[in-house]
């Protein structure tokens, strides 16, 4: 698939799962929200991984900006 997540979401997206699992992680929600703050965190992280976010596709939305090489 091709890159639509740019460095700024990049950047918010890994802040976001950190806080994310980080909650998740400390057990200071119930069991079931912090399972769903572990899955969500895990499908950011994974988005910002792979530089590639299927609800960005879906929406058609590209904020990724190809670099070009410079001589």
Same mark, same amino acid.
């Given at each position: 698939?091709?890159q639509?997540? #740019?460095?700024?979401? *990049?950047?918010i997206?890994s802040?976001?799962? @950190?806080?994310? &699992?980080? @909650?998740?992680a400390e057990? &200071? &929600?119930? #069991? *079931? &929200? $912090?399972? @769903?703050l572990v899955?969500m965190?895990?499908?950011?992280? @994974?988005?910002?991984? $792979?530089?590639?976010c299927?609800i960005?596709?879906l929406? #058609?939305?590209?904020t990724?900006?190809?670099?070009?090489? *410079?001589?």
């Amino acid at each position: 698939m091709k890159q639509n997540v #740019g460095v700024l979401d *990049t950047a918010i997206r890994s802040v976001i799962a @950190i806080i994310m &699992l980080a @909650i998740a992680a400390e057990g &200071l &929600l119930p #069991g *079931t &929200l $912090s399972m @769903i703050l572990v899955i969500m965190g895990l499908g950011l992280w @994974i988005s910002c991984a $792979s530089g590639v976010c299927p609800i960005y596709s879906l929406f #058609g939305i590209d904020t990724y900006k190809e670099q070009r090489p *410079t001589y």
